[in-house]
């Protein structure tokens, strides 16, 4: 158990709200990220971060905007929610000392969110 | 940018069968690492293994063994004996140390009893 919680953990939404998604960590870890999970592209990268108030983008991060103002929460917010963001999120963690990121990535439980 | 295959869509076995799953990865990389992940019908996903680009040794845990072949630039997961608990979507996914993991589209794996 990798201590990681993701809330809501579903949530229906209407196009053109804003969202926001919370993953909290308990165990200090300084990598964090932001995934989406849709049939047929496995799973995608949105945002990271490295640390407290450092981010940055992944493969899909167009429409997402990400907060880490501490260690243990790291935010994805959807500004103005569209139905092509409806998916499966997952947060993950890993802990590295090293130059680079090679460590497990360990993953939350996931929020399923319904864009309408 | 880095690249999982897995073309194996669904694979349907009866218990107590073997199967195995196919992972093909691209990377320009010389240092990388391989993982699998399973995905059961509850949702989560599970850490199964990771692999060095520096140590092509084959690995079994239990029923579960791995392939590396670098000069194939495959990766792939063999379950011997599947169980009814071994229907799962499974991910094969690729790092190349820059926080960027790419992961294939995954392999429903359903075991029939």
């Known amino acids: 158990d990798a201590g990681i919680t993701q809330s809501p953990r579903h949530k229906v939404t209407e196009t053109g709200t804003p969202v926001t998604l919370r993953c909290h960590q308990t165990e200090n870890h300084r990598y964090m990220y932001w995934y989406r999970q849709d049939p047929g592209h496995g799973l995608r990268l949105i945002h990271y971060s490295y640390g407290v108030k450092d981010t940055d983008k992944g493969e899909v991060s167009d429409g997402y905007s990400v907060s880490r103002s501490k260690t243990e929460d790291f935010l994805l917010t959807l500004e103005s929610a569209t139905s092509s963001q409806t998916s499966v999120y997952f947060c993950a963690i890993s802990a590295t000392g090293l130059a680079g990121n090679t460590d497990t990535q360990y993953f939350g439980p996931g929020t399923r969110l319904t864009v309408l | 940018a880095q690249k999982v295959t897995q073309a194996q869509t669904e694979i349907s076995v009866v218990e107590k069968e073997d199967v195995t799953l196919d992972c093909v990865y691209e990377t320009r990389d010389t240092t990388y690492y391989l993982f699998w992940y399973k995905q059961p019908p509850s949702g989560e996903l599970v850490f199964l293994i990771r692999r060095n680009s520096f140590d092509e040794q084959n690995e079994i845990s239990g029923r579960y063994s791995w392939n590396f072949q670098k000069s194939t630039s495959s990766f792939n997961f063999t379950i011997t004996a599947s169980q009814v608990v071994d229907s799962a979507v499974y991910f094969c996914?690729?790092?190349?140390?820059?926080?960027?993991?790419?992961f294939g589209a995954g392999t429903r794996l359903t075991v029939k009893p």
């Open positions: 996914a690729l790092s190349e140390g820059n926080n960027d993991m790419r």
